[in-house]
């Protein structure tokens, strides 16, 4: 069964699925898988110089000529050149996070980029569609990584009802019934982080990708509330140090900054499980096998079909 949405329209794809912009995790090689799957591909320019983000990009597009994007965090020291990097490249999408993307909108616009928010409040929604936004990804506090205060069911459509632009929906969502779920919100489009890192395309440490199979329902949690920067991360032995540091006053807090330092790319990259930073959703309970990313989208909306089909039986004649 097709979805065909205003998100399908306006970023050329078979699904309307955005491939979650994750820091150290997403590169080319998950990028170009979900992009040929049917799906936005995202590659990650978190605190990456500009020089990297376009060798990125190129190696995309060795590997696909389906529309991809680049996801930029805008308190990266980077931002600006990495900004002109995707305006040079003509990259297809950009979704921005941390930040106000509006003084870098009219030009990605003109040069026929698609511009993609990620944001956590209908406040925020509202100024970006005013700011020249295509669409906005609604992020619930159930996912992984830098997340705010609402849950995706309360967030998103508070948010439908303020901006005439299209939703998508984040956090929570890691099969079909999330899918089903996100349309029935108001949102016309996904974007899914915690469920690619099982993708035989993402290169995380195996160690990493084992902690998210393993991970149960309650096996997340999130530091960083005292310090105004919450992120949702699988509990270890980091997170459960930084948590009851948290709630100690006494607590050396430039000791907490310098355990965090680094900890993404140690989970990432070194498989350190015990004190790098598992960042995954609260849907990691969900995620139990390493497929191809192609395999995960196209189980996702299948099975997203027949929920749907299914609720029609819901309704009495």
Same mark, same amino acid.
């Given at each position: 069964?097709?979805?065909?949405?205003?998100?399908?329209?306006?970023?050329?794809?078979?699904?309307?699925?955005?491939?979650?912009?994750?820091?150290?995790?997403?590169?080319?090689?998950?990028?170009?898988?979900?992009?040929?799957?049917?799906?936005?591909?995202?590659?990650?320019?978190?605190?990456?110089?500009?020089?990297?983000?376009?060798?990125?990009?190129?190696?995309?597009?060795?590997?696909?000529?389906?529309?991809?994007?680049?996801?930029?965090?805008?308190?990266?020291?980077?931002? =600006?050149?990495?900004? *002109?990097? +995707?305006?040079?490249?003509?990259? !297809? $999408?950009? %979704?921005? &996070?941390?930040?106000?993307? /509006?003084?870098?909108?009219?030009?990605?616009?003109?040069?026929?980029?698609?511009?993609?928010?990620?944001?956590?409040?209908?406040?925020?929604?509202?100024?970006?569609?005013?700011?020249?936004?295509?669409?906005?990804?609604?992020?619930?506090?159930?996912?992984?990584?830098?997340?705010?205060?609402?849950?995706?069911? =309360?967030?998103?459509? *508070?948010? +439908?009802?303020?901006?005439?632009? !299209? $939703?998508? %929906?984040? &956090?929570?969502?890691?099969? /079909?019934?999330?899918?089903?779920?996100?349309?029935?919100?108001?949102?016309?489009?996904?974007?899914?982080?915690?469920?690619?890192?099982?993708?035989?395309?993402?290169?995380?440490?195996?160690?990493?990708?084992?902690?998210?199979?393993?991970?149960?329902?309650?096996?997340?949690?999130?530091?960083?509330?005292?310090?105004?920067?919450?992120?949702?991360?699988?509990?270890?032995?980091?997170?459960?140090?930084?948590?009851?540091?948290?709630?100690?006053?006494?607590?050396?807090?430039?000791?907490?900054?310098?355990?965090?330092?680094?900890?993404?790319?140690?989970?990432?990259?070194?498989?350190?499980?015990?004190?790098?930073?598992?960042?995954?959703?609260?849907?990691?309970?969900?995620?139990?096998?390493?497929?191809?990313?192609?395999?995960?989208?196209?189980?996702?909306?299948?099975?997203?079909?027949?929920?749907?089909?299914?609720?029609?039986?819901?309704?009495?004649?």
């Amino acid at each position: 069964m097709a979805f065909q949405t205003r998100i399908t329209e306006l970023l050329h794809t078979e699904y309307p699925i955005i491939q979650g912009g994750m820091a150290w995790v997403a590169d080319y090689h998950i990028a170009s898988a979900v992009s040929n799957a049917g799906g936005v591909g995202l590659i990650a320019a978190g605190s990456a110089p500009a020089d990297f983000v376009r060798e990125q990009i190129h190696k995309v597009r060795e590997l696909t000529d389906k529309p991809f994007g680049v996801n930029i965090m805008l308190m990266s020291p980077h931002a =600006a050149d990495i900004a *002109q990097v +995707v305006l040079e490249e003509k990259v !297809p $999408v950009v %979704t921005t &996070g941390a930040g106000n993307p /509006g003084k870098y909108i009219p030009d990605w616009k003109a040069a026929g980029i698609t511009v993609i928010p990620v944001i956590a409040s209908v406040s925020q929604a509202i100024r970006m569609e005013r700011v020249g936004a295509d669409a906005v990804v609604a992020e619930g506090c159930e996912a992984g990584g830098h997340i705010g205060e609402l849950t995706t069911m =309360a967030l998103t459509p *508070q948010i +439908v009802d303020a901006v005439s632009i !299209p $939703v998508l %929906t984040a &956090g929570g969502v890691a099969d /079909g019934r999330g899918i089903a779920a996100a349309f029935m919100l108001g949102a016309e489009g996904v974007q899914v982080g915690t469920r690619f890192l099982a993708a035989e395309e993402c290169n995380i440490h195996p160690n990493y990708k084992q902690a998210v199979l393993d991970c149960k329902d309650i096996g997340t949690t999130v530091t960083g509330r005292t310090t105004g920067s919450p992120v949702r991360c699988i509990k270890n032995k980091l997170a459960r140090e930084i948590v009851a540091m948290e709630k100690d006053v006494k607590a050396d807090k430039e000791e907490m900054e310098k355990m965090l330092t680094g900890s993404l790319r140690a989970a990432v990259v070194d498989g350190d499980d015990k004190m790098g930073s598992l960042m995954a959703g609260q849907v990691a309970g969900m995620v139990h096998k390493i497929q191809p990313a192609a395999e995960i989208i196209k189980e996702m909306f299948a099975e997203a079909a027949q929920v749907l089909a299914g609720a029609q039986k819901l309704l009495a004649d």
